[in-house]
């Protein structure tokens, strides 16, 4: 049988990351965070001072260092040189980073190969931007997941509170409507729902609830 993979796309906050995660353990499939690969970049760019805006100078940057990722039941680990850097990559500094790193046409050439390899072999959930639109214009199902913005930078607050970073709620706001801009006006892989992804709007859900409703979509394509 062939493998089966579901994709998870929408906006910063909607929460992708927590539902894809539920949905890969309930499902037992390997669970793919494609925002944490376009952060590890940023991360690096940040941690090398390598401008963010030079597509050439992040390419020589990543081929001078060992990135992996590893996928667990913890969750989806990024590696730079063997030390765990998954924390950093939630940095406000990375988020603030990752949308002008991730507008380049040679990053996500080389990170749009690495995510369909994880998809060759294994049933996956991924969850990104352009997911359903590009990197798996085939997948068995497609959800767009949004989320209206307040309560998306809610989510993303208590993110930023649990690994130590106090950031007013309207800074929050800002933050994220603006990557949204962005991620949504580029030229390549832009944010948008695919034709045929299934819209899912989490707005006062919980996790579990949203779980739910994927898995009974999963449940009726079989
Ligand atoms: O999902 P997360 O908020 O961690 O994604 C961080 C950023 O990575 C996004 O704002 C976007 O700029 C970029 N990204 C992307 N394509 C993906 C996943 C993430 O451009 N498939």
Redo the contacts with the bound molecule.
């Keep these: 049988m062939y493998p089966v993979s579901i994709a998870i796309d929408g906006p ?1 906050g909607a929460g ?2 927590t539902v894809a995660r539920m949905v890969a353990k309930r499902l037992n499939f390997l669970y793919v ?4 690969m ?2 590890t970049v940023a991360y690096l760019c940040i941690a090398h001072s390598v401008d963010a805006t030079n597509s050439q100078a992040i390419i020589q940057m990543l081929n001078q260092h060992d990135v992996t990722f590893q996928m667990s039941d913890d969750g989806f680990k990024a590696l730079v040189d063997d030390v765990d850097v998954s924390v950093q990559l939630r940095d406000p500094k990375v ?1 603030a980073h ?2 002008t790193v ?1 507008a380049h046409h040679e990053v996500r050439s080389r990170l749009t190969t690495w995510q369909r390899t994880f998809a060759k072999t294994q049933s996956v959930v991924m ?5 359903g639109t590009v ?1 798996l214009p085939d997948a068995t199902i497609k959800i767009f997941l949004t989320a209206d913005v307040e309560e998306r930078a809610r989510r993303r607050q208590r993110e930023f509170c649990k690994n130590g970073h106090d950031v007013p709620l309207e800074e929050i706001i800002q933050a994220v409507a603006e ?1 949204d801009a ?2 949504s006006s580029r030229e390549i ?1 832009p944010l948008k729902a695919a034709g045929d992804a299934i819209q899912i709007d989490s707005t006062g859900k919980s996790a579990e609830r949203v779980v739910d409703e994927i898995l009974s979509l999963v449940e009726d394509a079989h």
């Design positions: 910063a992708k990351s965070d494609t925002g944490a376009y952060r988020s990752v949308s991730a969850d990104g931007r352009d997911i990197v990557r962005r991620d892989a």
